[in-house]
């Protein structure tokens, strides 16, 4: 069984249209993540969220924004999307006072 | 933000050679992680490094949280053709909470 899943695996879309992203992970895991990914293979945190805290990095834009029906899914709701969006997401989940954190395989996103 | 620099950007070993990489900052950090990322997936942990001047070793990787806390290295033993991937340090900051900041990345490509 995946750990961390993600879905889906690639997203094509036009610039404007609003789109989410999910993320599941089966680790019972209590702190999910979402990373940015751009063209260059940088790897930049978005968002840290557990069940009392979201962590927002203060470089993403406000029409990013998580949305967790429960501990195990952090879903990632994109409105109006721009070109600039385009690069793979990373869903990523670590355990309650640890540092290591568990990826999933990536979302590729294409704004057209 | 803050910023991990890891160099070399990228290297193109022959199969067997030893490989050696490194991350460096001018903040102090709590916890060194060393990812490999194979194209088309996620990051991949290799070695967690915890105190500062702690070696450890992963098979043919080893791994060492400097002395400073500033910086870590990593070291690839008789490289093989499936090394090829992306490496990633990873740190987290004292006042960062389970964030991680990542290095920008060292591509690897092994000529059998």
């Known amino acids: ?112 | 933000g803050q910023q991990l620099n890891q160099s070399p950007q990228s290297m193109f070993i022959q199969e067997g050679e030893d490989v050696s990489m490194n991350c460096t900052s001018s903040s102090i950090f709590n916890t060194w992680l060393w990812y490999k990322q194979d194209p088309g997936e996620g990051p991949v942990l290799l070695i967690a490094l915890y105190k500062a001047g702690e070696l450890t070793s992963n098979g043919r990787l080893t791994a060492q949280f400097g002395i400073t806390r500033k910086d870590s290295f990593l070291n690839i033993s008789a490289s093989i053709p499936s090394d090829v991937g992306i490496y990633f340090c990873a740190g987290q900051l004292n006042n960062a909470g389970n964030m991680l900041t990542f290095g920008g990345g060292t591509r690897l490509m092994v000529k059998p």
């Not at chain 1, 999910?32 to 840290?48: E, G, N, P, T, V």
Request: aromatic share 12%; hydrophobic share 30%.
């Open chain 1, 1 to 112: 069984d995946t750990a961390v899943s993600q879905t889906p695996k690639y997203l094509v879309t036009q610039m404007g249209n609003d789109k989410s992203i999910k993320c599941e992970q089966n680790l019972g895991h209590d702190t999910m993540y979402w990373y940015k990914q751009d063209s260059k293979k940088f790897l930049k945190i978005m968002f840290s969220y557990n069940n009392k805290e979201l962590i927002i990095n203060e470089t993403v834009p406000n029409r990013f924004s998580p949305k967790s029906p429960d501990k195990a899914h952090l879903n990632l709701h994109i409105n109006s999307l721009e070109l600039g969006d385009s690069a793979v997401y990373f869903c990523a989940s670590s355990p309650t006072g640890a540092y290591i954190q568990y990826f999933g395989a990536g979302t590729r996103l294409s704004v057209l």
